[in-house]
C-alpha cells in the first residue's frame, strides 16, 4: 500500500493512501492568502483540505504513479520560482529536494524543481513510487527502497556525484548542524540553503534555521517572521515574505526580481495569513 503524510494547508496533517485521501487533522492556521487569491479559499477546514488535496491526486497525480512531475512558473516569487531562475542562470548546479514517492532528490532540470516544489509542500513520510524513479533518476535518490527524507545525505549525494553549486530546501532545524559541518568539510563546494514550510517553529527552532540559511520563507509563521523583519538583508513580498540571510540569498532574490520585471506595488494592508503560530 502507498501512504502519504504531508502538512499544508494551515498545518493540516493530510494521510493519502493509495491515491486517496484517508485522513485529514483540524488546521492550526484559519485562513492562507495563498489559497484565498489562488482558489477563493476564505476558511480552511477539514472538508475544504480534503477536497483541495483529492483535486490534487485527480488534476496532477500528486502521490500516485501518474505524477506529472514538470511545470512552469507558479508563483511570482516562491521558493521553487527562486530556484528555477537560479539554474536557469547557473548559479547553481543542483537542488536536493524531496518528492512523494521518492524522498529525497536531486533535481538539476528547472521545470522539474517547478512541477515538485511548486505543486506539493510539507512531505513529513513518504512510500516508493517506482513508476517515477526513471523520470527522476535512480541514482538522484537518496533511498529508493525506502524514500526516505533526509537532506544531509542528500547533499552528500550531490557532492559525491561532483555538483558544486548546490540548493537544499530544508524544514528541519536539526538539519542545520548537518549541513554546516558539510560546508566545513567540503570548502570547495558552496551549499546554499533555503529554509520552507515554517509555521509553528518554537523560537528555539526558528533562530537556528534563519541563522542556517540563504532564504527562508515566513508562511504562517510568528517567530520567523519576527526574526526576518528585523534582520533580512532584503525581504520580498508582504502577505507571505521571503527573506534573504545572506549577501548570497540577497543576490538570488534580486536575480528572480530581475526575470519578473521587478517587485509589485506594495500594500497599505496586505493580507496575512490568521492566525500566525
Known amino acids: 500500500m502507498s501512504e502519504h503524510i504531508i502538512e499544508a494547508l494551515g498545518l493540516s496533517q493530510i494521510t493519502i493512501k493509495d491515491g486517496k485521501v484517508v485522513e485529514v487533522t483540524e488546521p492550526e492556521v484559519e485562513y492562507c492568502p495563498l489559497f484565498d487569491h489562488h482558489r477563493g479559499i476564505k ?59 521518492c524522498g529525497t532528490v536531486i533535481v538539476k532540470e528547472p521545470e522539474l524543481v517547478q512541477g515538485i516544489g511548486g505543486r506539493v509542500s510539507g512531505l513529513v513520510k513518504t512510500s516508493p513510487i517506482p513508476e517515477l524513479f526513471d523520470e527522476i533518476g535512480k541514482d538522484n535518490i537518496v533511498d529508493s527502497k525506502t524514500a526516505k527524507i533526509n537532506q544531509v545525505e542528500g547533499i552528500k549525494l550531490a557532492i559525491k556525484k561532483g555538483y558544486k553549486n548546490i540548493a537544499v530546501t530544508v524544514a528541519l532545524a536539526s538539519d542545520i548542524d548537518g549541513i554546516n559541518k558539510l560546508k566545513e568539510e567540503n570548502p570547495d563546494v558552496n551549499i546554499y540553503v533555503f529554509v520552507v514550510h515554517t509555521s509553528k517553529r518554537t523560537p528555539e527552532d526558528a533562530r537556528k534555521l534563519f541563522d542556517g540559511c540563504d532564504v527562508a520563507t515566513a508562511c504562517a509563521s510568528k517567530n520567523i517572521r519576527e526574526i526576518g523583519d528585523a534582520e533580512s538583508l532584503k525581504i520580498v513580498g508582504q502577505s507571505i515574505p521571503i527573506y534573504a540571510k545572506t549577501e548570497n540569498g540577497k543576490r538570488f532574490l534580486e536575480l528572480r526580481l530581475e526575470k519578473i520585471g521587478g517587485e509589485k506595488p506594495k500594500k497599505d494592508n496586505p493580507d496575512l495569513p490568521y492566525p500566525l503560530i
Do not use: H, P, Y
Open 43 to 101: 476558511k480552511l477546514t477539514k472538508d475544504v483540505i480534503a477536497k483541495n488535496i483529492q483535486f490534487r491526486i485527480d488534476d496532477f497525480g500528486m502521490c500516485t504513479a501518474n505524477r506529472q512531475l514538470r511545470m512552469k512558473d507558479f508563483l511570482n516569487f516562491g521558493i521553487s520560482e527562486i530556484l528555477c531562475t537560479l539554474l536557469e542562470k547557473k548559479e547553481i548546479d543542483s537542488v536536493v529536494m524531496v518528492l512523494e514517492g
